[in-house]
């Protein structure tokens, strides 16, 4: 089955720095790569995605690249604000697999003002 | 659009005990899965359904959790005998049906603790 590292496990970033996150994933198979953003006894939210047939993704502040040679795939959060303190986790999936859910497990951002 | 409803929001049962969870999905959404989030880790989906028919269980201890979804829309989650390790925050998801969609969308979660 799938396999998702998420690394780091905590960061902590300056108010203004970019925050950087990467994965790797196992099966080479897989298509599709969701990000979600955890706070503090809420529910995962969705914040940004990409599909294997896409190199690059971006929406303002967030972005995700994919590089499925080498199976890995990373956020980039810029102009960090303290509201992207949170926990966030990467996950893949394959559609082969019923659209199954593979997350990593997860980094703890926290943004010093 | 209404998201995706989970109660309780909160149990606490002791070791031995049985409980049950539900989950409202998004009108409309085909798919529904139960995941166990423990805490400090990523969620692992327990288990999934396309309308009422098991999609995939296989990480389900079948020896003492069971769930249903019995006229396609809301399920049912339950745990009996409850252990210490059944301590998480279960969640539900649900997504639309089809060979392009991805997008999950998750519940408020159940915190259960076993004490």
């Known amino acids: 089955g799938e396999n998702v590292e998420q690394h780091p496990s905590t960061l902590s970033v300056q108010e203004g720095d970019s925050a950087v996150i990467k994965c790797t994933y196992s099966d080479s198979a897989s298509n599709y790569f969701p990000w979600y953003k955890q706070e503090l006894g809420k529910r995962p939210q969705l914040i940004i995605d990409?599909?294997?047939?896409?190199g690059e993704k971006k929406d303002q502040r967030i972005a995700v690249t994919l590089n499925k040679t080498a199976k890995h795939f990373s956020l980039h959060i810029t102009e960090t604000q303290p509201e992207d303190s949170a926990v966030y986790f990467c996950a893949a999936t394959l559609k082969a697999a019923g659209n199954k859910l593979t997350f990593g497990g997860g980094t703890r951002v926290l943004v010093k003002p | 659009e209404a998201g995706v409803a989970q109660s309780p929001r909160y149990k606490i049962i002791e070791k031995r005990q049985s409980v049950a969870f539900w989950c409202n999905p998004i009108?409309?959404?085909?798919?529904l899965y139960w995941y166990q989030q423990i805490l400090g880790q990523g969620p692992k989906l327990l288990i999934q359904f396309q309308n009422n028919g098991v999609v995939d269980d296989s990480q389900l201890p079948k020896d003492r959790f069971s769930a249903e979804r019995l006229k396609g829309v809301d399920s049912t989650l339950k745990i009996q005998p409850a252990k210490l390790e059944d301590s998480a925050v279960y969640l539900c998801a649900s997504s639309l049906a089809g060979a392009n969609s991805y997008e999950q969308y998750f519940g408020p979660g159940t915190r259960l603790t076993v004490t």
């Open positions: 990409i599909r294997s047939n896409v």
């Open positions: 009108s409309g959404h085909a798919t």
